[in-house]
Nanobody
Framework: QVQLVESGGGSVQAGGSLRLSCAAS????????MGWFRQAPGKEREGVAS???????KYAEAVKGRFTISQDSAKNTLSLQMNALKSEDTAMYHC?????????????????WGQGTQVTVSS
């Protein structure tokens, strides 16, 4: 079955960087679009970044220029490089996958979800 396992979260000071990874298994990686979402306590889940099967990417306005989504099809891994982190980036981050060529930042498009990895940014 499809499995998504995130790693790389942690605590960092504002201005610092983290790199999240999502190891995917149980499906043909190149056929699924994927995304990163986050949810802070008391807030709704929001889309952070997505990548289509052709490599096209989308970003939430709040992270443009600071975050970069990428994928390594040889390793079945999705990544999110996060630079210039802010306290408002603090959240649980989840990767997600959908059996479509194109995705976006709406969570309803995604069928498969990982358990998440916590990112905490202190100011």
């Amino acid at each position: 079955q499809v499995q998504l396992v995130e790693s790389g979260g942690g605590s960092v000071q504002a201005g610092g960087s983290l790199r999240l990874s999502c190891a995917a298994s149980g499906y043909t990686f190149s056929r699924y679009c994927m995304g990163w979402f986050r949810q802070a306590p008391g807030k709704e889940r929001e889309g952070v970044a997505s990548i289509d099967t052709d490599g096209m990417t989308k970003y939430a306005e709040a992270v443009k220029g600071r975050f970069t989504i990428s994928q390594d099809s040889a390793k079945n891994t999705l990544s999110l490089q996060m630079n210039a982190l802010k306290s408002e980036d603090t959240a649980m981050y989840h990767c997600a996958a959908a059996e479509f060529k194109m995705c976006g930042l709406r969570d309803l498009q995604y069928k498969y979800w990982g358990q998440g990895t916590q990112v905490t940014v202190s100011s």
